[in-house]
């Protein structure tokens, strides 16, 4: 089985998660620079909000659901320019087998935000 998982990530080491709250609305997930987190009450060395989509979308949907967030909201110069955009997708395979099809008119959306993209694979 191919499981597919894609976000939208805004990583900063200068801007607050309610700040990036204020401009994109409320994340999946989110936590603040400094913040504890495990066992040995590390610090988090930034501040990150994801949005993470639907596990049941395939690749191109999920991916497709995120520009679309992304390209449809005014994104202030401020978070633009004190933070770092991305869409991270996790492909992850129980036999070693699987792919995915991103088409044109994705690649030209992805252009019109000008993200990065990150595909990490894991496979059994």
């Known amino acids: 089985m191919l499981e597919c998982k894609?976000?939208?990530?805004?990583?900063?080491?200068?801007?607050?998660?309610?700040?990036?709250?204020?401009?994109?609305?409320e994340p999946t997930k989110g936590f603040s620079k400094g913040?504890?987190?495990?066992k040995v009450k590390k610090k988090r060395p930034h501040t990150q909000w994801?949005?993470?989509?639907d596990e049941e979308s395939s690749m191109q949907e999920a991916i497709d659901q995120l520009l679309c967030f992304y390209l449809e909201r005014s994104i202030n110069s401020d978070l633009k320019a004190k933070a770092?955009?991305?869409?991270?997708?996790?492909?992850?395979s129980d036999n070693g087998q699987g792919s995915f099809t991103i088409d044109s008119?994705?690649?030209?959306?992805?252009?019109?935000?000008?993200l990065k993209i990150t595909f990490d694979f894991y496979s059994d």
Not at 10 to 25: A, P, T, W
Not at 84 to 92: A, E, Q, R, V
Not at 109 to 114: N, R, V
């Open 105 to 114: 008119s994705l690649y030209e959306k992805l252009l019109k935000a000008g």
């Open 84 to 92: 770092s955009i991305d869409i991270f997708c996790m492909i992850s």
């Open 50 to 53: 994801m949005l993470t989509t």
């Open 35 to 38: 913040q504890e987190f495990g």
């Open 6 to 25: 894609a976000s939208l990530r805004v990583k900063s080491d200068s801007l607050s998660l309610e700040e990036i709250v204020y401009n994109l609305g």
